[in-house]
Nanobody
Framework: QVQLVESGGGSVQPGESLTLSCKLS????????MAWYRRTPGNERRLLAT????????NYASSVQDRFTIFRDTATNTLYLQMDNLKIEDTGLYYC???????????WGLGTQVTVSS
């Protein structure tokens, strides 16, 4: 059974950095497209970044391009989101997502809160 547990959220000031973690269990990166989403009050979850099942390809939303980096550690089955130069508008609940290849099924963690304020 696929399970995802996010961690690493917190409160920071604009311009600072934060790294989020997502522990994957019951599945392998090689069989899943992995992604990070963010939800803000009054909005649906929006896609921020993806990494292919091979780990060879990544994609980013324009709002986080050049500031966020998605990567993974296969030894620990952990997905990461490195966030640099954080902005107030980056505030939200961040979710890890796993989609098995060949499906439209989605597995979600419970989210981790990131608050950027001055």
């Amino acid at each position: 059974q696929v399970q995802l547990v996010e961690s690493g959220g917190g409160s920071v000031q604009p311009g600072e950095s934060l790294t989020l973690s997502c522990k994957l269990s019951g599945a392998t990166f090689s069989s899943h497209l992995m992604a990070w989403y963010r939800r803000t009050p009054g909005n649906e979850r929006r896609l921020l970044a993806t990494i292919s099942s091979s780990g060879q390809s990544t994609n980013y939303a324009s709002s986080v391009q050049d500031r966020f980096t998605i990567f993974r550690d296969t030894a620990t089955n952990t997905l990461y989101l490195q966030m640099d130069n954080l902005k107030i508008e980056d505030t939200g609940l961040y979710y890890c997502n796993a989609r098995p290849l060949g499906t439209t099924d989605d597995y979600w963690g419970l989210g981790t809160q990131v608050t950027v304020s001055s």
